[in-house]
């Protein structure tokens, strides 16, 4: 391949113009096609996708809870009147929002909806009324109850408040309609709370809580941004006209991704900054030239943008997560021109230079490319993004870099040469043959053989997640007015349509009603007492009519009667009422609800994509959860979703899946140099560093009590192709005996790719993130790792299994 390379090198020499004028054409058409790139911005993409998970993924997106911003208004030393008018101001200042971020504020009640809400119960009485209701009917229709009703009306009629009430009475003179209305609890307002002034309010008229639903997702970092800055714009306004006696604060999905959205933005453009600029006087000290940065960045900016263009070709959408991640494939891929440079700046070009880097470099980017296809073994799309930009990138940038840098990096824009750097005095050294050294590093490893084990895979995204102080204490505030320590569930039936998924709901609504009579349950908010499916509300239809048979309906009708007109009523005062029992009931749709309706059933039901849910919200105690689980598992078609315990199972499976694929990546690695080298003990001469790199990442992580997570565990692959790159270049200058700087010069170029890579990625422990730090952790353990194997472990297993076989054939000779 040397000669190959050398050729179109010598090619190029004579036709540079031409040359360079294709490359500009190349890398124009690479962009036009890059630029099309629509990202997806869903971090569920990183979760492998199964026949076990698949359901719980789609479930996930339509349940609209999760997206809630909760806004807990709160005394500070105001009255209730302040609290109420700071509220009010609030809720007036949002409605402005509804056109582009707000589809709906709750918490607030107008008067006018409680007699809405009555007068539909009352249109609808059959389908509000359970078998419990019918029982307590029975009572209240005997002769002596049916009396003590009728005086009851009758005294409130004579009083102030009686012509409030008239209406309401003769309509319903034995109030079914209170009663029906006691099955809507499960949708209302929750104990410890009260609707006063028309809010939502704690019962020591202490906080007053609104409830947000976005227009979009929590997952559109651009729309929270912008809108999470806009509330706290009104925040601020409002707190200033109440002079601060009432404060607010917010909490919810979109402020805790806007926080980490813009702290993920602030650090990495902290630690690009620092980490740029250092580079910058690295290169420009190292290679005496301020062209180097952009000569060195060329082939690494030409490999993603092949890579991004091939992506755009094959995926509609392309996951920004991977692409992000991606970005630390820099070290990787400057890796490459760092070798050419380095070969250069010590003296070798043309025929020479080719024949030392062009096996190494084509055997790295080949092996490294290999391991990560290995991720299109897994059933995530992100993942398999990941894999084929990596691949393709490495494969770009390699082969870019072995064309252009000789073309423009000549030895003579390089003054006194031969004068040695620091770089160049500590890669002389023969560090492999220091005994400390070595006597330290298989301390090290045998520590690792037993802290390898202790190093766990943290499976809780929320410790992942940064949270400013102001949501700490939001979340900590919303804590304390709820006063429980039982835990959210999201229990949510699906199906094709919506009858489907209802007809599954009210068997779960009765399982809850139940289970909350018994104090298997805390609580739960549901709309099966609202909404029913067809099957079910024809049920309750027929069940009404069976109950109001005529000769209930005439002794009914005969004992309000004798009360009535014994009291003054007229003979036909309660006409309506007779009608109204007898009434054609039909089946409700959705669309039959009222405003107030609507606004609370699209929290519990939500369809998208001929896909329905229907959730309900339980609170449980953890000793509750078990029995929980198993009882809805009876249940078809239905998911009992603890986020915190899915994202564990979810990630569970990543992390197993990731076990499998180092197998798959070191497979890879091993039959690629098998073919390369066709010698065994070249092999294993270098196989042997990357899986004592591991060993010694893992172990020193076991050591520190570091912890895997989703985030870094894909940085390892990274690592694991940097292992591979430094041993197959270590191998290759071993092998080159005929050149007694080749080690030295290949080491120098390890050394500056250690330099580039710690500063692109271990300046991330200067971020706050908490991701970011993890992230940094153990790249920076890794690539330490992966250089101090290279430059001892291998030059000494390359003398025991090869050089003394060597010398010893050559002394017989």
């Known amino acids: 391949m040397d000669r190959f390379f050398f050729k179109l090198y010598t090619s190029i020499q004579k036709q540079r113009a ?3 004028i294709v490359l500009a054409v190349i890398c124009a058409g690479l962009c036009s096609i890059a630029f099309q790139v629509s990202f997806e911005e869903d971090i569920s993409k990183l979760i492998p996708s199964n026949s076990e998970n698949e359901q719980f993924q789609k479930v996930l997106k339509n349940i609209r809870f999760t997206d809630k911003v909760i806004i807990n208004i709160k005394k500070e030393g105001g009255t209730t009147e302040d609290l109420v008018g700071y509220a009010s101001a609030l809720k007036d200042s949002l409605i402005p929002l509804k056109k582009d971020y707000i589809e709906n504020i709750q918490g607030a009640a107008k008067e006018e909806t409680l007699f809405e809400t009555m007068d539909f119960v009352y249109g609808n009485l059959p389908l509000f009324f359970t078998e419990t209701d019918y029982a307590i009917l029975k009572n209240k229709l005997s002769k002596d109850s049916i009396s003590k009703t009728m005086k009851a009306n009758y005294k409130t009629l004579v009083s102030p408040s009686g012509m409030l009430a008239k209406k309401e009475i003769l309509k319903d003179p034995l109030h079914l309609t209170n009663l029906a209305l006691q099955n809507l609890k499960n949708i209302g ?15 020591d008229e202490q906080h007053i809580l609104l409830f947000i639903t976005p227009k979009f997702s929590s997952s559109d970092s651009e729309k929270n941004t912008a809108f999470t800055k806009k509330l706290y714009q009104l925040q601020e306004q409002i707190n200033t006209t109440f002079d601060r006696k009432v404060t607010s604060n917010y909490y919810g999905a979109a402020f805790i991704a806007a926080a980490n959205a813009k702290q993920i933005k602030s650090d990495i453009q902290l630690t690009i900054g620092i980490a740029l600029t250092i580079l910058l006087l690295i290169f420009i000290g190292f290679y ?12 690494t900016i030409f490999g993603a943008l092949v890579s991004i263009a091939f992506l755009v070709l094959i995926r509609p959408q392309l996951s920004a997560i991977s692409l992000g991640i991606g970005s ?5 891929t400057l890796d490459y021109s760092l070798h050419i440079l380095t070969h250069i700046k010590n003296g070798e070009t043309g025929k020479q230079l080719y024949k030392s880097i062009t096996k190494p470099i084509l055997m790295s980017s080949l092996t490294t490319a290999l391991a990560f296809l290995c991720l299109l073994f897994i059933k995530s799309q992100a993942l398999q993004d990941l894999g084929i930009f990596a691949a393709v990138s490495v494969l770009g940038a390699s082969v870019m870099a072995l064309l252009f840098i000789p073309q423009v990096y000549k030895k003579k824009t390089v003054s006194n040469t031969k004068k040695k750097t620091v770089f160049n005095r500590i890669t002389a050294y023969p560090i492999h043959k220091n005994k400390m050294v070595v006597v330290c590093l298989a301390v090290l490893l045998v520590i690792s053989c037993f802290s390898y084990s202790s190093v766990e895979f943290n499976k809780d995204l929320e410790q992942l997640n940064y949270k400013p102080e102001q949501l700490v204490k939001a979340e900590e505030e919303l804590e304390t007015i709820t006063n429980s320590v039982s835990k959210s569930l999201y229990v949510t039936t699906y199906g094709a349509t919506l009858e489907k998924a209802l007809q599954q709901n009210d068997s779960v609504y009765s399982l809850l009603k139940a289970l909350e009579k018994q104090s298997e349950i805390e609580a739960f908010n549901s709309v099966g007492g609202l909404v029913a499916s067809e099957e079910k509300q024809n049920e309750k239809i027929q ?8 000769e209930r309906l005439e002794n009914v009708k005969s004992s309000i009667n004798n009360t009535s007109e014994a009291l003054g009523f ?13 009434s054609n009931y039909k089946p409700l749709e959705l669309s039959d609800y009222p405003e107030f309706g609507s606004k609370m059933i699209a929290d519990y039901i939500s369809e998208k994509n001929g896909f329905v849910t229907v959730t309900s919200v339980v609170k449980a105690n953890e000793n509750q959860i078990e029995m929980l689980q198993t009882r809805i598992e009876e249940l078809q078609n239905t998911l009992v979703i603890d986020r915190k315990q899915l994202n564990e199972t979810l990630l569970n499976t990543l992390q197993n899946d990731f076990n499998t694929l180092l197998w798959y990546c070191f497979g890879v690695v091993v039959l690629a140099l098998l073919l390369f080298y066709r010698n065994w003990k070249l092999v294993v001469v270098t196989t042997v560093p990357i899986c004592l790199t591991w060993l010694l990442t893992i172990g020193v992580m076991g050591v520190f009590q570091l912890q895997f997570n989703v985030f870094n565990s894909i940085i390892s692959a990274f690592i694991f192709g940097l292992g591979v790159d430094y041993s197959i270049f270590i191998t290759n200058a071993l092998l080159n005996k005929e050149n007694t700087n080749t080690l030295a010069t290949h080491k120098t170029a390890i050394l500056l790719s250690v330099v580039t890579t710690i500063l692109g990625v271990g300046v991330l422990v200067f971020a706050k993130h908490p991701a970011l730090q993890s992230v940094a952790a153990v790249s920076v353990i890794g690539i330490f790792s992966a250089m101090l194997i290279a430059f001892t472990v291998q030059p000494l297993l390359f003398n025991l299994l090869i050089f003394r076989k060597r010398t010893s054939t050559d002394g017989n000779h």
């Open 18 to 20: 031409v040359f360079f």
């Open 189 to 203: 307002i929750e104990d410890g709370f009260k609707l006063k002034n028309g809010f939502v309010m704690t019962d």
């Open 288 to 299: 005496r030239s301020v062209w180097i940065p952009l000569i060195i960045l060329f082939p």
């Open 328 to 332: 630390i494939l820099l070290g990787i």
């Open 543 to 550: 069940e009404w009519n069976q109950f109001w048979k005529s």
């Open 570 to 582: 007229k003979s036909n005062a309660f006409a309506s009422f007779y009608n109204h029992l007898n």
